[in-house]
Structure formats: structure tokens, C-alpha cells
């Protein structure tokens, strides 16, 4: 396993959660490292990336509520959740950009 992705779990609506993900190996420094979630009947979409330099960009849905963050020592990239909304429901993919690796990915499930 490449990434392997957790803190997943079902919380209500305004709830928050963190979720992670692991690298094994030694590809992750140098890799831009992105959040996708895929809700129920729906395609697979960008959630947030951090760049190998720092910058980070979230999709317009999760501004202001979702924080992304690495930690290279660690080889780790998490997402911080907060207020979160039904619509925010779905399993969750990290992803290795350049080195094309998806993690299994997590269920976020929220209630409302």
C-alpha cells in the first residue's frame, strides 16, 4: 500500500473531522499531495491540493471550512473538516500527483 488514508466516520451536520493520510515509501516529499471525494452517483472530485512548496487551493464548496495540511517529516498530508454539511458526504481519496498513487480512500458520512 502507497497511501494509506484514515479518520474517516459519520458525524452531524457543523461537526468537524480530520482526516490523514500516509505515505509508505519515499515518494511523498516530492509530491503535490490532493484530497478528492466521491459522493454516492457522482464522479470523483478535487477537494484540495499542497504543492511541494507550500501553496495550497480548495475547491469553492470547502473554502473557508476545510484546512489542508503536510507534514514531509511524517509523510503525511491531512484535511481538517470543520462545519461540515450532508453534502460533504462521501469517501475521501488522497492522491500523489505526479506520482499517480491513490489512497483507498475513506467514508465521511454527515447527517443532517
Known amino acids: 500500500v502507497q497511501l494509506q488514508a484514515s479518520g474517516g466516520g459519520l458525524v452531524e451536520a457543523g461537526g468537524s473531522l480530520r482526516l490523514s493520510c500516509t505515505a509508505s515509501?519515499?515518494?511523498?516529499?516530492?509530491?503535490?499531495m490532493g484530497w478528492y471525494r466521491e459522493a454516492p452517483g457522482k464522479q470523483r472530485e478535487f477537494v484540495a491540493v499542497?504543492?511541494?512548496?507550500?501553496?495550497?487551493s480548495y475547491a469553492d464548496s470547502v473554502k473557508g471550512r476545510f484546512t489542508i495540511s503536510r507534514d514531509n517529516a511524517k509523510k503525511t498530508v491531512y484535511l481538517y473538516m470543520n462545519g461540515l454539511k450532508s453534502e460533504d458526504t462521501g469517501v475521501y481519496y488522497c492522491?500523489?500527483?505526479?506520482?499517480?498513487?491513490w489512497g483507498q480512500g475513506t467514508q465521511v458520512t454527515v447527517s443532517s
Open positions: 492522491y500523489a500527483l505526479m506520482s499517480r498513487y
Open positions: 515509501g519515499n515518494f511523498f516529499s516530492f509530491n503535490d
Open positions: 499542497s504543492t511541494t512548496g507550500g501553496a495550497t
